[in-house]
């Protein structure tokens, strides 16, 4: 009836209205999270798969709300992404992983690699060039340890700036990841023309390769294709030894998963290290 039309009408509107207030919420509550301090990183190994040297970590951000506890990043990333506040979170953690860096090599670990997750937004901010080589200076850092991580859906939102902004970090001496490899809209086209150094195979894949054979032929034949390319190939979300040994037999060259290691919070790594240097 009309009635109930009118009815379906404003519910939809009300669910949209809601959904509009949540993220406005959403992005101040995060705002303030930032202000008081309540982001942190943990950082997950990455492992070299033949000798089992400890490679890099990504690194991983983590809420912790004082009355909600912890809030993972797939509950708040998503939601406010293309707001100021993603871009300031950003931010925080591009900091944050040259301190990160800074600190390791203070401890005498030299050498490794950082992966930062970047959504779409901040890597179309005009500000973020001129804020890295700001990092640059005042850390005096190699920025060939920071490896800047985009999914392919990143990379296909605007593909000129993005090649353009991609060649100038390049330049610079930032490394890429293509985060996620093979869910997205796969792109070998842009793959071709990117200054891309690192494809992450997505966990979606790797978890399948045991007893799925599609699976399996299509991590095989990604870590051929990368190799051949002259990237190097990470497999995301190992979770069992059967895995592992699949890849060491595909010449996967570095691991990332539950297996090899959770990720680890900052304020225990560093004490951790050590022992992490070797799997
Ligand atoms: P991602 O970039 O694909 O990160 C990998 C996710 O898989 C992480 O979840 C990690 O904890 C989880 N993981 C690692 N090994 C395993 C495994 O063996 N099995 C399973 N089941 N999971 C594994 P997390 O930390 O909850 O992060 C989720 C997503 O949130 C990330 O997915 C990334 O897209 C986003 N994210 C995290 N930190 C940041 C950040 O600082 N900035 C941005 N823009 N996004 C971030
Ligand atoms: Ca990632
Ligand atoms: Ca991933
Ligand atoms: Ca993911």
């Known amino acids: 009836s009309k009635d109930s039309g009118g009815n379906k009408y404003s519910t939809f509107s009300h669910v949209m209205q809601k959904a509009v207030l949540r993220k406005v919420e959403l992005e101040n509550e995060v705002r303030d999270a930032l202000e008081r301090d309540e982001f942190s990183f943990a950082l997950q190994p990455q ?33 406010i992404e293309n707001t100021k506040t993603m871009l300031e979170i950003g931010y925080w953690g591009l900091k944050k992983a040259f ?59 605007d593909i000129d700036q993005t090649l353009d902004t991609m060649q100038q970090l390049k330049a610079m001496g930032f490394i890429f990841s293509i985060d996620d490899f093979g869910t997205g ?7 071709k023309q990117m200054p891309v150094d690192i494809i ?12 799925n054979n599609a699976d399996m032929q299509i991590v095989s034949s990604t870590i051929a294709m990368v190799q051949k390319l002259g990237m190097q190939v990470v497999a995301e ?43």
């Open 185 to 191: 809209y796969s792109s070998l086209a842009y793959l």
């Open 237 to 279: 979300g190992v979770e069992t030894a059967a895995q592992m040994k699949l890849l060491q037999g595909l010449h996967c060259e570095i691991g990332q998963g539950y297996f090899i290691s959770r990720p680890i919070p900052e304020n225990d790594l560093y004490a951790l290290l050590p022992e992490k240097l070797q799997f």
């Open 47 to 79: 492992v070299e798969i033949a000798s089992g040297e400890l490679f890099g970590f990504e690194a991983l951000i983590r809420w912790c709300h004082p009355d909600r506890g912890f809030i993972p990043p797939d509950e708040f990333i998503p939601l």
């Open 99 to 157: 301190e990160i860096l800074q600190k390791l090599d203070e401890l005498g670990f030299t050498g490794l690699k950082i992966a930062v997750n970047l959504s779409a937004s901040q890597f179309l901010d005009p500000d973020l060039l001129p804020f890295l080589s700001e990092q640059i200076k005042v850390f005096k850092r190699d920025p060939s340890q920071i490896e800047l991580e985009l999914t392919e859906r990143t990379v296909v939102a």
């Open 200 to 211: 992450k195979i997505d966990r979606s894949f790797v978890s399948g390769m045991s007893d």
